[in-house]
């Protein structure tokens, strides 16, 4: 299979440069700290999440306005699991991988009204590359519905055209 970057990729980054993806950098570190320190064997839940990003305004601020509040969730969920992979190999268990990921699917995120492409058909659904394809699907279809909207505002709509042809 080949590697190489996909040419949609390349022009996403070229065009917003400032869109950052997430990474362990300074505005992440007070998220991994929350949920290194919570005491649970469960994936956080999403009313757990927006409970704590509520009181630490600053933190949610700075992850809102980089982020979707669906890529918020499904990126902490995510990471707490992996968070809680990694407990349960210190503890010598063994983790269990499907049901932790079931957990970050049925506690969180809406349904997404994309259709899945056909080069998507091959995937498993619980695929990490499924995932993020779907999840990055969804994001250039949320931007080209904002592109839209603010292009209406500029162009008038095709039964307009023809009223200014005819006077």
């Known amino acids: 299979m080949d590697n190489s970057p996909l040419p949609e990729d390349k022009d996403a980054t070229l065009v917003d440069p400032h869109h950052a993806r997430f990474q362990r950098t300074d505005q992440w570190m007070p998220v991994y700290s929350w949920l290194e320190s919570l005491d649970t064997d469960e994936v ?15 933190i949610k601020e700075q992850l809102y306005s ?16 992996k968070i809680l992979k990694r407990k349960e190999k210190k503890k010598g268990l063994q983790p269990s ?16 009204p994309v259709p899945v492409p056909c080069t998507m058909n091959n995937l498993p659904i619980d695929s990490d590359i499924y995932v993020a394809k779907r999840s990055e699907a969804f994001r250039k279809y949320e931007i080209l519905i904002e592109l839209e909207k603010q292009l209406s505002t500029v162009f ?4 307009n055209v023809n009223n200014l042809k005819e006077s």
Do not use: F
């Open 44 to 58: 956080v839940k999403s009313k757990d999440i927006l409970d704590w990003l509520s009181e630490n305004p600053e």
């Open 66 to 81: 980089r982020h979707s509040r669906y890529h918020l969730m499904h990126y902490i969920k995510k990471c707490h699991v």
């Open 97 to 112: 991988n499907k049901a932790n990921y079931a957990q970050v699917h049925k506690t969180g995120a809406t349904k997404l």
């Open 156 to 159: 008038p709509k095709p039964e």
